[in-house]
């Protein structure tokens, strides 16, 4: 499925990684840089970032002093605890993704966030949490509603070695133009998940090793259609498991190699959904790559590799693909910063004769300090979606446009344009969203 914008809430573009990685953060942090994938199917979008506490990147255990308090946070003892909320206002030309008799709306949306992190010589735990909702002017139906919470449990075993446990959940909603969406369907319906992994990293000289594990849920809510049918979901729930094996080398403090392997297992609610087919499948996959810091300016990785997935379902062919990723960090000034992204994933869906997908994205975004408290961004992006067993094909166009002004060190005035174009090889199924906004974001 094509990842489609949500209008409701803001597309925050800009950097993804920081650039000018130094020889021991590059050292130390490897694994941590490298987190392991799930293997068929991504966790719903709108996931925050984890925040590691003190030395979360210290892979060594080497007790660290702690931090200055730099004043962002309310301390609570020993833990640090922050606050986010933004609100905004957006107008969407195309609420309902559709080709043709496209309706426009605005959209009030409002998000809070809380963020509590140890700050601790040893160990670490974070927690964090967020919720937004979207309120549609003329359209109630197509209101949205997302949460997330996420914890992290960072053990120091022994010198080099930590066990990292984790764990969340997720609320999503299907997004309009989507496919396993039902076309009459009278609102987006909830997507909920449960995640929960333990991975045990190890480092020995130059070697680092990691071995981690595990386990996803996802449950689709019915759906309700006009005229006061209701789809039955249940043969979309499924729980998916997953082991990877990690291996990485220090050839020198700015070039690391790296290689892995992984497996995982989906098992779904119902062994036969609705139209008949089987969906149980597992995959397995290796791939081989490279972290590199070039200079304090420029730094990236890049990554090849196999995947295959195989179904319990005799009438599907298996899904392989050779896997690309890639990543880049470039900053030509200090003022200006260029990250470049690609990616590629095996995609899943109930869609009725295909098995799969291969997912392809590639993106560039760009964040200008253009003034001292004004900064442009921009961002693009093209998704391409490959069915097997069917003759479908889709490609997700999607470009942004902000400026940034900050009214103080914890408040931001922003201002978007975003752009999507959705062409499908199904007839009557391309469409384009053009929104615009302004959001008032306050943070720690």
């Not at 949205?144 to 909603?173: E, K, V, Y």
């Not at 969906?279 to 420029?298: C, K, M, P, T």
């Amino acid at each position: 499925m094509p990842v489609k914008q949500r209008v409701a809430r803001w597309a925050i573009c800009g950097a993804v990684c920081a650039a000018g990685i130094t020889p021991s953060l590059a050292q130390e942090s490897f694994i941590r840089q490298h987190p392991v994938e799930t293997v068929v199917v991504p966790l719903p979008r709108n996931t925050p970032p984890q925040s590691g506490g003190n030395n979360g990147g210290n892979t060594d255990n080497v007790p660290v002093q702690a931090p200055n308090d730099d004043g962002l946070g309310l301390r609570l003892g020993s833990f640090v605890l922050t606050r986010g909320f933004d609100a905004g206002i957006d107008y969407t030309d195309n609420v309902f993704a559709t080709n043709s008799n496209k309706t426009g709306d605005r959209i009030y949306s409002v998000s809070p966030s809380l963020g509590l992190r140890s700050d601790w010589s040893r160990h670490s735990l974070s927690l964090n949490a967020t919720a937004a909702r979207g309120f549609y002017e003329k359209n109630p139906s197509e209101d949205t509603i997302s949460a997330n919470a996420t914890g992290r449990l960072r053990i120091d075993i022994r010198r080099g070695t930590t066990l990292d446990l984790r764990s969340g959940f997720t609320l999503d909603q299907e997004q309009r133009g989507t496919d396993d969406l039902n076309v009459n369907a009278t609102k987006p319906s909830n997507i909920y998940g449960l995640t929960a992994s333990a991975a045990l990293n190890h480092r020995i000289n130059r070697v680092t090793m990691s071995l981690r594990g595990g386990i996803e849920k996802l449950r689709y809510q019915d759906t309700k259609l006009t005229g006061g049918a209701v789809e039955d979901n249940s043969d979309r729930d499924y729980t998916q498991t997953n082991t990877t094996l990690r291996v990485g080398y220090d050839i020198s403090p700015r070039l690391i190699v790296f290689s892995d392997i992984n497996y995982a297992k989906t098992v779904y609610k119902r062994r036969v959904d609705n139209n008949g087919d089987i969906r149980d499948s597992h995959s397995y996959g290796a791939s081989a790559g490279a972290a590199f810091s070039i200079s304090d300016l420029l730094n990236g990785e890049i990554s090849v590799g196999y995947r295959k997935a195989l179904f319990d379902d005799p009438t599907f062919a298996n899904i392989d693909a050779l896997v690309a990723n890639a990543s880049l960090s470039w900053r030509p000034s200090r003022l200006t910063e260029i990250t470049a992204n690609f990616t590629t994933d095996l995609g899943q869906t109930t869609l009725s004769g295909t098995p799969g997908s291969v997912i392809r994205t590639a993106s560039v975004n760009l964040n200008h300090a253009w003034r001292e408290n004004i900064d442009l961004i921009a961002s693009s992006a093209v998704e391409h979606e490959d069915f097997k067993g069917v003759s479908l094909t889709e490609v997700t166009y999607t470009a942004s446009f902000g400026i940034d002004y900050d009214l103080g060190r914890k408040m931001t005035l922003g201002a978007r344009y975003n752009y999507e174009k959705f062409d499908s090889s199904a007839a009557g199924a391309d469409y384009t969203i053009n929104t615009v906004g302004v959001r008032l974001t306050y943070a720690d």
